[in-house]
């Protein structure tokens, strides 16, 4: 959905299956803060939340039952060109080397302290990458909330998410790995110095191996 901001006509995008089912969303303008009410869109009928998550996992406190607010939260919507990296890793020193390459590849970053506010921050904002660490907020990497979650996001969305998961157990690189845990590059604790030419290389591959198929969309 397109959003125009009444106060200064600045336009900015935020995903349409991101906002409220039944709620108006209160957003605010990061360019000159005034709030914008976005009603919700459209409801489809077919439309449920991934199986194996119980309802309060996704549920807001009772202070956001008026709507959503994001005044808090100044990168849930960006300017269209915008690129937008959601961070899910608790290890300071990882932070420390992976957060300079997402700067550096100019992306507006969002971090969180644990599975629930990174799948609450997902429900209203589709993240262009999506760094998790596989022990994220998890004692077992295979039970890992966010990375089911990307694993049952419907295909559409999907595909339009770059995913790299940080893991102690398996190889940078490991395209096998990859894709029994449905992300789109794994990458080794002690491959993170790396972390630049090891995304840019896995973004680059992505973007050749998808681009047969977006080409048949055009």
Known sequence: M????ESCQSKFRIADEKLPKDKTAFLKCPKCQNRISVPPPAKDPDESDPPGFEEDFFSFDEDESDGYD??????????????????????????KTIKPVLDVLEYHITEVKNSREALKTMR????????????????????NGVLIYLERLNMSVRRNIFVAMITRRFRTMDNMVAFQKSVNMVVNVDNVADFDKILRRGMADSGLFYQAYKDCLD
Do not use: Q, R, W
């Open 2 to 5: 397109e959003i125009v901001c």
């Open 70 to 95: 994001s005044s808090d939260k100044p990168f849930d919507f960006v300017e269209e060109e915008g690129k937008t990296a959601l961070l899910c890793e608790s290890d300071p020193m990882i932070k």
């Open 124 to 143: 209203y904002h589709s993240y262009d990458l999506i760094v998790v660490n596989e022990y994220f907020d998890a004692k077992n990497p295979d039970a």
